[in-house]
C-alpha cells in the first residue's frame, strides 16, 4: 500500500495538481480502527481534516468544527497505532533473519525517537526475534561454509553478529589448552566450520576479505550450546 501511494503522488506532482485522497479523511476516521491504512494516508487525511477544521471555524460553524476535530483526533490515534505495529515475520532462513532484524531496528529507532513506542515494547518484542536467531544459527552451524565464496563466508558473518543481539552467543577466542579443546570436543556446542583448510577466507578473494579478517575470526570462535 505504501508504494501504490508513493506512486499516486509522485505521478499527481507530476501532472502538476495537488494529491488527493481515495476516500474523505471524515470516512477513513471511521474505519481506521478496523481497515488498514498507510502513514502517508493518515498524514494526507490530517492534513485535509485541519484544513477543513480552520475553515468550518472562519465560517463559524462550531458544529462542524467538532466533528472534524473529532475526525482528525481519531486519524492522529489510528495513525499511532499503526505507527506501533511491527509484524513479525516467520522464520525462512538465516538471509531474511538478517533483512527482518534489520527491519526491527529501524522500526526500534524511529519508534524510540518518535516516542510512539515504550522502551518495555520495543524490548518485548525484541525478545520475539531471540528463537529466530536460535534457528538461524543452528542452520549455519549445521553445515560448513565454503571459504573460497567470499560472499557466504561474510553472510555466515553477518548472521552470527546479528543474531548475538537477540540471543546468547559464546566466544572460545580467549580460551586456551584444556579448556579450548573441551569447547571445541563437546558434541553439545555447536559452531562455524570452512569447509576446508583456509586462512580465513581470504582464498577467495583477499584483497576483499583481509581487511574483515578480525570480523571473521570472531565469527568462527564463536559457538553456541544445543
Do not use: H
Amino acid at each position: 500500500m505504501f508504494f501504490r501511494w508513493i506512486a499516486l503522488l509522485a505521478f499527481a506532482l507530476a501532472a502538476g495538481a495537488s494529491p488527493s485522497l481515495a476516500e474523505p479523511f471524515s470516512q477513513m476516521a471511521n474505519k481506521c480502527s478496523t481497515t488498514k491504512y498507510a502513514d502517508v494516508e493518515y498524514t494526507m487525511a490530517i492534513a485535509e481534516g485541519t484544513k477543513a477544521s480552520k475553515a468550518a471555524k472562519k465560517a463559524k460553524d462550531t458544529r462542524k468544527a467538532t466533528e472534524i476535530d473529532l475526525a482528525v483526533k481519531q486519524l492522529k490515534s489510528c495513525q499511532k497505532e499503526e505507527k506501533l505495529k511491527f509484524d513479525l515475520p516467520p522464520y525462512k532462513d538465516c538471509a531474511n533473519f538478517v533483512a527482518d532484524a534489520k527491519a526491527y531496528a529501524s522500526w526500534a529507532d524511529a519508534a524510540s525517537k518518535g516516542k510512539f513506542a515504550t522502551d518495555v515494547q520495543i524490548a518485548r518484542l525484541k525478545q520475539q526475534f531471540k528463537p529466530l536467531a536460535d534457528q538461524c544459527l543452528k542452520d549455519l552451524m549445521s553445515k560448513c561454509v565454503d571459504p573460497t565464496d567470499t560472499k557466504a563466508v561474510m553472510s555466515a558473518v553477518e548472521a552470527v553478529e546479528t543474531a548475538a543481539i537477540y540471543t546468547t552467543v559464546y566466544s572460545r577466542a580467549k580460551a586456551n589448552g584444556f579448556e579450548r579443546a573441551a569447547i571445541e570436543y563437546n558434541p553439545l556446542n555447536m559452531n562455524l566450520k570452512f569447509c576446508e583448510d583456509t586462512n580465513y577466507a581470504c582464498k577467495g578473494d583477499p584483497k576483499l576479505c583481509s581487511s574483515r579478517v578480525p570480523r571473521i575470526k570472531a565469527a568462527f570462535e564463536a559457538y553456541i550450546q544445543r
